[in-house]
């Protein structure tokens, strides 16, 4: 059993990790998209709140967390419990920060990745 359950562990933290990585290139690839159709003169225009950039994200929604069965990505906090993936975006600037959360938690025994976060800003794509 312990090597079971050291198995499950291993498949959890490769979900967070996946997940934080893959919103990294989505939200990169898609700020280039709208930098370069804007240089076009087109009329593309970077996303300014959660549910747009979650919307680019998870685009069929199906994105879950590791445990508690929540959304793999919410607005502005993360979930160290259950692996939530945190968006946080600046209307104003369109930066958009991923945090991904300690996980598993230190309450729930450790041993798995360091929190971390990334800040992806148009001005600099």
């Known amino acids: ?32 998209k709208v930098a370069a159709n804007q240089a076009r003169g087109g009329g ?10 979650e919307a680019i994200i998870d685009p069929d ?5 590791p445990e508690g069965g929540f959304n793999g990505y919410e607005a502005d906090t993360t979930n160290a419990d259950s692996g939530v993936i945190a968006v946080v975006v600046n209307g104003t600037t369109g930066a958009v920060q ?12 450790g041993g798995g990745i360091s929190a971390t976060s990334t800040t992806i800003d148009p001005a600099n794509i």
């Open 61 to 65: 929604g199906k994105s879950t967390a």
């Open 1 to 32: 059993i312990p090597a079971y359950n050291q198995y499950i562990k291993e498949a959890r933290i490769s979900k967070v990790t996946e997940h934080y990585d893959g919103a990294i290139r989505v939200v990169r690839a898609h700020m280039s």
């Open 98 to 109: 991923l945090l991904r959360p300690e996980y598993p938690s230190t309450a729930n025994g």
């Open 44 to 53: 593309d225009t970077m996303p300014d709140s959660f549910a747009l950039w």
